[in-house]
């Protein structure tokens, strides 16, 4: 029969994350109910754990944005619950803001293969973070975003380390202060949301807040290069039906034009809604309105007066 092979034993009880709560003690006792008050009483600090991060988040949609605009680009890295996140954010980028699949990307811990199965024992190589992220070939015109509830993930630390060692931008979200990954990253985003309901459940209070904050970053990048006009978001592609009619009802809603205006715009511009919405507002025609499109960078706003002053 053969032995397993002893893991290092590491001290966790300095972290917040994995200390126990209060709150939630004899939870195995409540109700259904009670127990679902007690996991929302705990998800309410959330948000104000977050809100204490807000300074540092905004940094990190600046340096993100400024990557992007020089073609750059955005490379999450996580473990677990961390990298899973990473990777539904990267994923969502491209059918959001119509950008490049390279553009907002993700390595994970373990590959593909761990998005859909826990595979733990990745997270504790510091090869494999750097042999990964080697992989990727950053460089000073990208941003890299560290992902670790606990701060202490040798993956990722591993993946950051050598990412800012070629020149890249780095930050790291977090929810204990102080940490390794903080330490590693140029930006530490920190967001110390305390113990969990379930002890050591990082994918709980942590998840949510990690997941708020990619939100954050991404989106608020995305809005600061033009993606987004007003509040709509401007560069979906009608793939589907649902994205046709989102998009006609964007362009009613951004040009303040009936249904059926809107769509024999969007049928002109060749589905582009961007290119749609520049012909409504500034009352030119696909030619011009694709040549400010590219003038500005796909930034819609900017676009828009470009063409109008013509």
Do not use: W
């Amino acid at each position: 029969m053969k032995r397993r092979s002893s893991i290092p034993q590491e001290d966790l009880s300095h972290l917040t994350t994995e200390q126990t709560n209060r709150a939630s003690t004899d939870l195995d006792l409540k109700s259904a109910l009670e127990v679902v008050r007690v996991i929302n009483a705990e998800d309410a600090k959330v948000v104000a754990a977050v809100q204490r991060a807000l300074t540092q988040i905004a940094r990190g949609v600046g340096l993100i944005a400024n990557a992007l605009q020089r073609g750059g680009r955005l490379i999450y890295v996580g473990a677990g619950t961390s990298g899973r996140i990473a990777a539904l954010d990267a994923a969502e980028c491209p059918p959001t803001f119509d950008v490049d699949p390279r553009t907002v990307q993700f390595i994970m811990a373990g590959g593909p293969a761990a998005l859909a199965a826990a595979l733990e024992a990745n997270e504790d190589s510091r090869d494999l973070g750097r042999r990964e992220m080697a992989k990727r070939k950053p460089g000073r015109n990208d941003v890299i975003v560290g992902i670790a509830a606990s701060g202490r993930t040798p993956f990722t630390i591993a993946a950051v380390e050598y990412a800012r060692s070629k020149g890249a931008q780095t930050i790291s979200v977090t929810c204990n202060r102080n940490t390794p990954l903080q330490k590693a990253a140029q930006l530490g985003i920190v967001t110390e949301v305390g113990p969990e309901v379930i002890s050591g459940s990082t994918r709980m209070k942590a998840g949510t807040a990690q997941k708020m904050v990619l939100n954050m970053l991404s989106s608020g990048a995305m809005t600061r290069l033009g993606y987004v006009y007003g509040n709509l978001m401007v560069h979906v592609t009608p793939r589907n039906s649902k994205l046709a009619a989102r998009s006609v009802s964007i362009l009613q809603q951004a040009a303040g034009v009936g249904a059926e205006v809107a769509a024999k715009a969007l049928q002109v511009a060749g589905n582009s809604v961007p290119v749609a919405l520049v012909m409504l507002q500034a009352e030119v025609d696909r030619r011009e309105a694709e040549r400010a499109l590219k003038a500005a960078g796909g930034h819609v706003r900017r676009a828009i007066a470009a063409a109008r002053s013509l």
